[in-house]
Every structure is written in C-alpha cells, then in structure tokens.
C-alpha cells in the first residue's frame, strides 16, 4: 500500500501561532506529535510530545535527575502565561525536528524506516504538484504503519 493511501488529515499549527494553542491541539486531541506547518500548509516539523514535554522541565532537572526530585512543580498558570508569549517556532526544539516527507508512492516499509530512524511517530506525505508546487495529502501515522504491516492481507480493511 502507498503513502497516498495510508495518509489522513491531521491537525496542524504554524510557528507564528502561541505554544498554548499548540498544547491545546496536542491536548484536546491526543496527539502523538506536533505537526507545524508553513504558510503554504507545508511540514515545517514534526515533534514527538515527548520532546515538547523536556520544553518544559527546567534545565538543571534535565542535567541532573537528583535535582528534579527537589524541584516543585511549576504552578499551572504561571508555565501558562509563559507560554502565550511565545510562539510555537520560539518554543520548539531547536534541532533534529525538521520533517522527513516521503512521496505518495513510498511504500509502508519505507515510511516506517523514516519512522524509525527520525524517531517520529509519523510522516508528512507530500506530492509535487509540477516543478514550483507541492501540497501536502496527510501524514501517515506509526499506528497506521503498524496496522497495515501487520493485518492479514485478506482483510477488507487495512488502514
């Protein structure tokens, strides 16, 4: 099966919205990763949550897990008023979190290998439209990945 037919739509923001809204949208969704997308609605980055929560640790409990013991946990509005200053490309991670697309015709083998070795729990799929245009289908998803790898194939429903 293709990276077209695997991909689904999946919620985005840009770096120019609050990193509140984008911990709304990773909240109020479930979502595994941050999707951050451009002006044109093309993958800028794709962040594990995981990777967003070590945003907010401070860095001496990053450094020295003994000190994370001793530190209080920052009261709620305080880490929120924080956060609506900043912008969503202010807050992320600054590297290793630019998206690896794959084409529509990727297979689901290679998608989980983007998967696995980016570290990321899914993958913008993305078409070039002529020589000057994409667009982003959807993103493929690991649960997807895994779904299709490893259903029986005689099952009507592989997605």
């Known amino acids: 099966m293709s990276a077209r037919d695997l991909a689904t739509p999946y919620p985005s923001v840009t770096t120019d919205e609050s990193a509140n809204a984008a911990i709304r949208l990773l909240t109020e969704h479930s979502l595994p990763a941050l999707l ?7 993958p800028y980055a794709v962040v594990p949550v995981s990777q967003l929560v070590r945003q907010l640790v401070p860095e001496p409990a990053l450094d020295d897990p003994l000190r994370a013991a001793v530190l209080r946990d920052e009261p709620s509005e305080r880490l929120a008023a924080g956060l609506e200053e900043q912008t969503v490309g202010d807050w992320l991670p600054r590297r290793g979190f630019g ?6 015709d990727a297979t689901a083998a290679q998608i989980a290998a983007v998967m696995a070795r980016r570290r990321i729990p899914l993958v913008p799929v993305v078409e070039q439209v002529d020589d000057k245009e994409a667009r982003m289908l959807g993103v493929v998803s690991a649960t997807a990945v895994m779904r299709y790898l490893i259903t029986p194939s ?6």
Do not use: I, L, Q
């Not at 998206?99 to 529509?104: A, E, K, L």
């Not at 005689?154 to 997605?159: G, N, Y």
């Open 99 to 104: 998206p690896r697309c794959v084409g529509p």
């Open 154 to 159: 005689d099952s009507a429903d592989r997605r």
């Open 36 to 42: 951050v997308v451009d002006g044109r609605g093309m």
